[in-house]
C-alpha cells in the first residue's frame, strides 16, 4: 500500500495551511525524512519532510493552494508497487465520492514548478536556503537574507527569522504611528509589543518555556478593538536572558515592565497564565489601583505541587521526539499534540543557549520539583474584580490548589481542558473573559 501524505497541524489553532512550493516533482524519488514540501500559516512557515522513501505520485495540491489539516495531497509508492488507478480521496473533499482531483489538480511534471525556487531572487544568495515566506518577506524589506540567521532545518531561514532580525533594526521614530492593529515594539529590559484600539488596554503575561506569541488564538478569539500589550520574560520569545536569582526577582522586573507600558494609562487589565499568571497576581498586589481587574489561567504560587518533570523534560529536549512526550503533559489528552507540532516547538528551541538558559531558571523558581513562593495570601487581598480559569485535567498544577484560599474571586473549572485552555479552547476562556473581566 502506498503511504499517505498528509498535511501537517503545525499550530494547536491551525485548520488550514497554504502547500507552499514541492521540493520533489511528481514522478521523482524521494528518500524518508527529506525534504518534501513547505507549508505556510498565519505564524510560521515550515518544511515537512517526507514519511517514506519512494516515488512521489497522485499531488492534489499545487503551490498556493490552501489545504485543510489531514488532507492527503499525495502518496509515496514504494520500488516496483503498483499504481492505483483511482485518484485519491482527501479528508478536506466535500462529497465522499467527489475525487480531490476533480477541485484541486495534480501537478503532472517537474515544469510546473518553475517558481518553486526561484533562481534570480536579489534577496537570496545562491545555495542559500530559505523559506518562500522568509524570500517574501526580505524582498518586502528590503534586505538580503545573507544577513538573516537561519534556525530551522539545517539552517534553513524562516518568516520568523526575518522579522526577529528586523526587530533588532527598528527606530524609534518608526514606532511612533503604527497602522491601525498593527503591532509595535517598545524599548526597555524586557521586549514588550502592543496593539492599538479602544477602550481599557489588557496586558498579556505568557508562561514558561512558552513566549507571548503563545496568546494568538486567544487575541484571535477576543477580537481585533481592544488594545493589547504583550510582555516576553526573560530568557522567553525576544526578550534578553538576564540572569536571576528568585521569583521575587523576576516579579520585580514584570513590575518595572509594566509600569513602563502602561504610562499614559489610567488602569489596565491583566491576564497570566501558569508562571505567567503568579506574576499577573503579585503584580497586581503591588500595583492594585493601576489595574482594573484580574484574569488568571491555570496560576503558579498557589501550593507547593507541581509537574517538575514535564518542566525539566521541556527544558532540557534536544529533539522533537524527547520533547513531545513532555509536551503532551500540557493538554487534556495526548492527542491535543501532534509530532508535527513536537518538531515546530522544538525548532524554536534549537539553541542549545536558549535550553541551558531556562533549565537554570527552572531550578532557582523551582527548586526540587517544588513552588517555594507563596501568593495566596495576595490573593485573598485583592479587592478588584478576578477570576481564575483552570482546566479540570491540567497534569501541571491540580486545580484543587485553588480551592483552599479564601477571597472574592470567580473560579472557572473547564472540562476537556488541561493546563492551556488558552490554546485548547480559546472562545470558551474568551467568553469568560469578556462576562466577567469588564472587557
Same mark, same amino acid.
Given at each position: ?5 498528509? %498535511?501537517?497541524?503545525?499550530?494547536? =489553532?491551525?485548520?488550514?495551511?497554504? %502547500? ?9 524519488? @524521494? ?15 515550515? /518544511? ?5 522513501? &519512494?516515488?512521489?505520485?497522485? @499531488? ?20 516496483? /508497487? ?25 501537478? $503532472? ?61 527598528? /527606530? ?7 497602522? !491601525? &492593529? ?9 521586549? @514588550? ?25 486567544? /487575541? ?56 505567567? &499568571?503568579?506574576?499577573?497576581? !503579585?503584580?497586581? =498586589? ?7 481587574? +484580574?484574569?488568571?489561567? #491555570? ?17 532540557? #529536549? ?15 489528552? $495526548? ?20 535550553? #541551558? ?19 495566596? $495570601? ?8 478576578? #477570576? ?25 473549572? +473547564? ?7 488558552? +490554546? ?9 473573559? @469578556? ?5
Amino acid at each position: 500500500m502506498p503511504v499517505e501524505v498528509i %498535511l501537517p497541524k503545525v499550530d494547536m =489553532d491551525m485548520s488550514h495551511g497554504k %502547500l507552499a512550493t514541492w521540493h520533489v516533482a511528481e514522478g521523482e524519488t @524521494v528518500a524518508k525524512g527529506a525534504p518534501l514540501f513547505d507549508i505556510e500559516t498565519d505564524k510560521a512557515a515550515m /518544511e515537512v519532510e517526507s514519511p517514506a522513501s &519512494g516515488r512521489l505520485l497522485s @499531488v492534489t495540491a499545487q503551490p498556493g493552494d490552501m489545504v485543510a489539516v489531514g488532507t492527503v495531497v499525495a502518496l509515496i509508492y514504494a520500488e516496483g /508497487e503498483t499504481v492505483a488507478e483511482t485518484p485519491i480521496q482527501t479528508t478536506a473533499a466535500p462529497e465522499p465520492e467527489a475525487p480531490v482531483a476533480k477541485t484541486v489538480e495534480p501537478v $503532472p511534471t517537474a515544469t510546473a514548478h518553475p517558481a518553486a525556487i526561484p533562481q534570480a531572487d536579489p534577496a537570496v544568495a545562491p545555495g542559500l536556503r530559505a523559506t518562500p515566506a522568509a524570500r517574501a518577506a526580505a524582498r518586502a524589506s528590503g534586505i538580503t537574507l545573507e544577513e538573516v540567521p537561519g534556525t530551522g532545518p539545517r539552517g534553513r531561514i524562516q518568516r520568523d527569522d526575518v522579522a526577529a532580525f528586523l526587530a533588532h533594526r527598528v /527606530e524609534a521614530p518608526a514606532l511612533a504611528s503604527p497602522g !491601525a &492593529g498593527a503591532w509595535s515594539a517598545q524599548p526597555g529590559p524586557l521586549h @514588550v509589543s502592543s496593539r492599538k484600539g479602544t477602550g481599557v488596554p489588557l496586558v498579556l503575561i505568557h508562561g514558561f518555556t512558552a513566549d507571548s506569541q503563545s496568546w494568538a488564538p486567544l /487575541e484571535k478569539a477576543l477580537g481585533a478593538d481592544r488594545p493589547l500589550i504583550r510582555i516576553d520574560l526573560p530568557g522567553h520569545g525576544r526578550s534578553p536572558r538576564r540572569r536571576l536569582g528568585s521569583f521575587a526577582e523576576l516579579a520585580r522586573m514584570v513590575v518595572e515592565a509594566l509600569d513602563d507600558v502602561t504610562r499614559g494609562h489610567d488602569k489596565v487589565d491583566l491576564l497570566g497564565h501558569s508562571l505567567g &499568571g503568579a506574576l499577573a497576581l !503579585a503584580a497586581a =498586589d503591588i500595583r492594585a489601583r493601576r489595574i482594573r481587574s +484580574l484574569a488568571l489561567i #491555570a496560576p503558579a504560587g498557589l501550593g507547593p505541587e507541581i509537574d517538575a518533570q514535564a518542566l525539566t523534560g521541556i527544558t532540557r #529536549a534536544t529533539r522533537a521526539e524527547s520533547l513531545a512526550p513532555w509536551l503532551r503533559r500540557l493538554t487534556a489528552t $495526548p492527542d491535543g499534540i501532534s509530532d508535527d507540532y513536537a518538531r515546530a516547538a522544538m525548532r524554536l528551541r534549537a539553541d542549545p543557549a536558549l535550553r #541551558a538558559f531556562q533549565a537554570e531558571l527552572a531550578e532557582i523558581l523551582f527548586p526540587d520539583g517544588v513552588q517555594p513562593f507563596d501568593l495566596r $495570601p495576595a490573593l485573598s487581598r485583592l479587592e478588584i474584580p478576578t #477570576a481564575i480559569l483552570w482546566g479540570r485535567s491540567d497534569h501541571i498544577l491540580p486545580w484543587r490548589q485553588a480551592l483552599s484560599i479564601t477571597g472574592d474571586f470567580a473560579l472557572h473549572l +473547564l472540562a476537556d481542558a488541561g493546563h492551556v485552555p488558552q +490554546l485548547e479552547c480559546p472562545d470558551r476562556v474568551a467568553r469568560i473573559l @469578556v462576562r466577567h473581566l469588564l472587557m
